[in-house]
């Protein structure tokens, strides 16, 4: 009985292995669900209390002032600030001019959307859905291209290059790159830059502008702190440098952090677990053989090109060595 259900786990190893993790992954769902309730649902409660009062607070010194009235014209605030236009005194910044629309078409592109900023028109809606039907695939694309050439020079020509300098094994020596790369990426990608947001964005603190970084580059973009749109907080004189600073900080970072991601889950020991949780394949053997040799060819080609070169370095080196060896004294 006991060999029975052993072999029969065995045989069903990939198909239990994906129910567990369909499970914790709907455990880990509830858990962030009840965390959020648990220590969200308090401040809401309070800030709808306080947000009463003051409203109870202005109509009793506003006497002159009707409840509908009131209503009307916070509806059409609330109404227009959701399309990025505020009735706080913000009349000389324009949501549309080149650089906003430069940074809103980033934001579109990288499916960030921080949804602070939205089409008025419908004209401009229409066009929006078409420009990212197209767009967003050639970022895409574009991301995967670029991510693919920097990958040769930060992860996997450094890689060969130390597996034949230090002897150290690869599956080792790839997990030590990619906490160095990591640790790397957390500096100069999240805790540098909340540093210099932190200073300009007056009315943030360290944790909003950190949370910040991390919400737009990981292309979660909640919208709830988008820089340079707090009032009086960046001089005119410098909001559309500021702008375009934050439109390339966004791409840029987009790129770093796909290659910190790309090269982690390049990791041995990540790439067997997740084989735990794929569909066994019931191929022939020389077809798994075939496929498994092919696909490790474009990996171990830049490795036999390096080796090539260290080993054609090498005996250039012994042979100018034996040509100097062999020269007569003058």
Known sequence: MYRRCASLVERHRSELSFALLLSGYALYLILGAWVFS??????EQRLREQLETARQKFLWDNACVSDERLEEL????????????????NVSDNNWDFISSLF??????????YGHTVPLSDGGKAFCVFYSLLGIPVTLLFLSALV????VLVTRRPLAYLHLRWGMSKPKLAAVHAACLSVVAALLLFLLPAVVFCRLEPLWSYLESLYFCFISLTTI???DYVPGETHNTVPNSHRT???????LYLLLGLVCLLVVVET???LPQLKSFRRRFYRENNAPESETRDQEEFSSTEHDQMTDHLTDQLTFSSVSAQAASLRQDNTPWQ
């Open 38 to 43: 648990a220590v969200e649902l308090p401040y």
């Open 74 to 89: 916070l509806s059409h605030a609330l109404h227009a600030n959701n399309y990025g236009v505020s009735v706080l005194g």
């Open 104 to 113: 809103f078409t980033s934001t579109i592109l990288t499916t960030t959307g």
């Open 148 to 151: 693919q050439r920097i990958m």
């Open 221 to 223: 973009g909640l919208g």
């Open 241 to 247: 440098l500021y702008k375009l600073a934050i439109t």
């Open 264 to 266: 982690c889950c390049e």
